[in-house]
C-alpha cells in the first residue's frame, strides 16, 4: 500500500513540474562557453585526392549495398570549384565542386559534389557528399543533381 502512495506522489511530482512554464535563459547560461559555432573554413581543394578517394570509396560502397551494382568511379577529369561559402557568414563552411567522372561501365558522366567542414564522422573533421548525375538513384539530389550545388 505504501508503494502505491509513493509512486503516486512521483506521478504526481513529475506531472506538476512538467506543466511548470519556460524560463528565460539566466545569466550563465547566456554567457559562459555559448559562443556559437567557430568555423576556421578549412577544407580541402577540389582536387584534393583524399576527398576524391573519400567519394570513389563510399560511391562503391553504396552502389554495391544498396544497389546491388558494381560501378565504381575509376577516374576524375576537368575538376573545378563551383563556389565557396557561398551564403552569409557563420554559415557551416562549403567548398562546392563540379567534375567528369569516368564510371566503371565507360560511361563519363558530371558529378558536383561538396566539402563540408566539421561534417565528417562525429564533427571531427571535414565530410563530403556527392551526386553523380544519371546514378542519384533515390532522387536525394533531384532534378539532375541540382540541389548538390549552390
Not at 13 to 34: D, G, K
Not at 96 to 121: H, N
Request: hydrophobic share 50%; proline share 5%.
Amino acid at each position: 500500500m505504501a508503494s502505491r502512495w509513493v509512486w503516486g506522489f512521483v506521478l504526481a511530482a513529475a506531472l506538476m513540474l512538467s506543466a511548470a512554464p519556460a524560463n528565460a535563459a539566466n545569466w550563465f547560461e547566456m554567457n559562459y562557453w555559448l559562443s556559437g559555432p567557430r568555423y576556421d573554413a578549412v577544407v580541402p581543394l577540389c582536387e584534393d585526392p583524399a576527398a576524391l578517394g573519400k567519394i570513389q570509396s563510399r560511391f562503391a560502397d553504396k552502389e554495391g549495398h544498396f544497389w546491388q551494382s558494381n560501378l565504381q568511379l575509376v577516374d576524375f577529369e576537368r575538376v573545378h570549384e563551383i563556389a565557396f561559402r557561398p551564403w552569409a557568414d557563420g554559415t557551416i563552411p562549403r567548398r562546392f565542386c563540379g567534375a567528369v567522372a569516368l564510371v566503371s561501365d565507360g560511361k563519363k558522366r558530371a558529378i558536383y559534389y561538396s566539402i563540408i567542414e566539421d561534417a565528417g564522422m562525429i564533427g571531427m573533421t571535414w565530410g563530403v557528399e556527392w551526386c553523380v548525375v544519371g546514378l542519384d538513384r533515390n532522387w536525394a539530389y533531384n532534378p539532375a543533381c541540382r540541389m548538390a550545388r549552390p
